[in-house]
Nanobody
Framework: QVQLVESGGGLVQTGDSLSLSCAASGGTFSLYVMGWFRQAPGKEREFVAAISWNGGNRVYADSVKGRFTISRDNAKNTVYLKMNSLKPEDTAAYYC?????????????????WGQGTQVTVSS
């Protein structure tokens, strides 16, 4: 059983940057594909970014490509999401998730473990 705890959310202004972290415990972190998802009020949870076991492959949603960067540190059992040029439409609860197998890495159903989320609010 893998436990995931996100941190780093907060209230920022348009154009600001923010870095999220997700600390994992209870499993072999380096074996998991890690993803970030987000969910805005009244909307479905959506894919943001994912990274392969060794960080060699990264995929992003079109809406964040070029602004967000996903990375991981297997020695620290942590995955990160660096968010630049934030927009009000980035406002959401952000969740990290762990996937034991590498499929598309974009589908919610592929992920086995989820964190509780951290809120990001971008004011205009």
């Amino acid at each position: 059983q893998v436990q995931l705890v996100e941190s780093g959310g907060g209230l920022v202004q348009t154009g600001d940057s923010l870095s999220l972290s997700c600390a994992a415990s209870g499993g072999t972190f380096s074996l998991y594909v890690m993803g970030w998802f987000r969910q805005a009020p009244g909307k479905e949870r959506e894919f943001v970014a994912a990274i392969s076991w060794n960080g060699g492959n990264r995929v992003y949603a079109d809406s964040v490509k070029g602004r967000f960067t996903i990375s991981r540190d297997n020695a620290k059992n942590t995955v990160y999401l660096k968010m630049n040029s934030l927009k009000p439409e980035d406002t959401a609860a952000y969740y990290c998730a762990a996937d034991r197998t590498y499929g598309t890495a974009r589908s919610i159903s592929e992920y086995d473990y989820w964190g509780q989320g951290t809120q990001v609010t971008v004011s205009s």
